[in-house]
């Protein structure tokens, strides 16, 4: 069975930064992609970044956080996200996915509000 848990979410300033971290338990490996979604308050859930599973590491960012925010695959099981120069309109709850083809593993999200 497989577990993913995020944390590192909180309130921050704008401008400011957070790095969120996730964990997947269970039978993760390197060939899984992961991804960390969002969710604004009254919206859909939205694509933040990707990192590929296999093995070459491909990276991709939404328009919106490109520059500012950083996926890393720190373990086979593990990604981190460093937003820097955060924005109010990145307030969000941040959820981490792991996938390989059909089988998909979200963890509970973890909430960023951006606030002065």
């Known amino acids: 069975q497989v577990h993913v848990v995020e944390s590192g979410g909180g309130l921050v300033q704008p401008g400011g930064s957070l790095r969120l971290s996730c964990l997947a338990s269970g039978s993760i490996t390197s060939s899984y992609h992961m991804a960390w979604y969002r969710q604004a308050p009254g919206q859909g859930r939205e694509l933040v970044a990707h990192v590929r599973g296999d093995g070459i590491g491909i990276t991709y960012y939404a328009p919106s956080v490109k520059g500012r925010f950083t996926i890393s695959r720190d373990a086979a099981n593990a990604v981190s996200l460093q937003m820097n120069s955060l924005k109010p309109e990145d307030t969000a709850t941040y959820y981490c996915?792991?996938?390989?083809?059909?089988?998909?593993?979200w963890g509970q999200g973890t909430a960023v509000t951006v606030s002065s």
């Open positions: 996915e792991a996938r390989l083809k059909s089988d998909e593993y």
